[in-house]
């Protein structure tokens, strides 16, 4: 699906997605990256439908 630009110039843009993981890891809520394909760079989401997320690591040692 196609990035609205009208979405993409509120939100804000890190150029690497290291960046934009850094700060989603300072978050409250679950957030996830993902390259615009208006701008090219970064920006977070909080969306997960359709999206594969990562299993939690295994508590036990």
Do not use: I, W
């Not at 809520?29 to 615009?36: D, E, P, Q």
């Not at 394909?37 to 690591?57: E, I, N, V, Y």
């Amino acid at each position: 699906m196609r990035t609205k630009l009208s979405v993409c110039l509120r939100k804000t843009r890190f150029v690497s997605e290291n960046a934009a993981l850094l700060v989603a890891g300072r978050a409250d809520v679950a957030l996830r990256s993902y390259r615009c394909d208006r701008c090219g760079q970064f920006h977070l989401t909080s969306r997960t439908k359709g999206k594969r997320m990562p299993r939690p690591a295994d508590p036990t040692p």
